[in-house]
């Protein structure tokens, strides 16, 4: 199978290159900005064709959230209008894409695990162009496979592992916001589950990957301490209002992900494992 990239020197683009070699029955193609501009449709048309892709994960996004805020026309370009077009362009050659999307389409106001057909209701730039490449994806080319994502994290990139790794060896002490749940997500897991569903029979739709598991960031953050061996600094909770920001953070955006299991067999593994495999790696490149 032929398997186009975009967006590959990100967190989760960085993940699948390392993980390609594994799979040897494909051949990949990997791009980022300066290889393929995914909002210009010709040279788009040009890498799907030279590269017969049958298969497009999409990994390139805007997901600065806060700038989101001031920056809606590029956000809006990054996530609703270019994954359109790459739709637009794989459907007219019988392909499928595979598209990440986020937690941020729903407002972090429940109090039980999302579903995939709960009620989408986004309160930030970000979420909102979020939720329309999704929509836009889904009518451009209905083989495609959405897959929602939270708290990303990865050896690659900068991210809020390597953020609270860096805090803690220079601060004493450091306020992390309590009363925001989620789970944390190891790009490489995720990277690993879009190259299962690339491999699989197309089950088109909407899913939820984020790994097993629930906690608070302050929670993240002790146990990002913890397994990197900090005991120098004290991590005080924090309520959000204590901590303002331009976009606001849902509450709670814990994922269902069910539907993943079920459909296309992914393991999850559950966050503090991954995080201490993540952790681990970091370590040893130091």
């Not at 806060?66 to 637009?88: C, G, I, M, V």
């Not at 002790?222 to 920001?245: D, F, K, Q």
Request: charged share 20%; hydrophobic share 40%.
């Amino acid at each position: 199978m032929n398997i186009l990239v975009t967006g590959s020197n990100g967190q989760l683009g960085s993940e699948l290159r390392q993980l390609a070699p594994q799979y040897t029955a494909h051949h990949f193609l990997f791009t980022d900005v300066a290889e393929l501009d995914i909002t210009n449709r010709a040279a788009v048309r040009t890498a799907i064709a030279e590269h017969q892709a049958e298969v497009l994960i999409n990994c390139a996004a805007f997901t600065a959230v806060d700038k989101a805020e001031s920056q809606e026309e590029l956000a809006t370009l990054l996530n609703a209008k270019a994954p359109q077009l790459l739709a637009e362009e794989m459907a007219a050659v019988g392909g499928r894409m595979i598209h990440v999307s986020t937690d941020y389409v729903f407002d972090g106001t429940a109090h039980v695990p999302y579903k995939e057909d709960a009620a989408t209701a986004p309160v930030t730039v970000y979420g909102r162009t979020k939720l329309a490449g999704e929509e836009a994806v889904m009518q451009a080319c209905p083989a495609s496979t959405i897959v929602r994502t939270a708290w990303l994290y990865s050896t690659f990139g900068n991210n809020f592992v390597k953020t609270m790794l860096r805090l803690g060896a220079e601060r004493e002490e450091l306020g992390v916001i309590f009363d925001q749940i989620g789970t944390p997500t190891y790009a490489r897991d995720l990277a690993q589950a879009l190259l299962r569903i690339a491999e699989s029979e197309p089950h088109p739709g909407i899913y939820h990957f984020s790994n097993e598991g629930v906690c608070s960031w302050y929670d993240f953050t002790r146990e990002i301490h913890r397994l990197a061996g900090i005991t120098s600094c004290r991590v005080r909770p924090l309520h959000t209002e204590e901590y303002p920001t331009p976009a606001q953070r849902p509450h709670y955006s814990v994922l269902d992900k069910t539907k993943i299991k079920q459909t296309f067999g992914v393991s999850i593994p559950w966050w503090a494992d991954s995080l201490r495999e993540c952790i681990e790696k970091l370590m040893s490149d130091m």
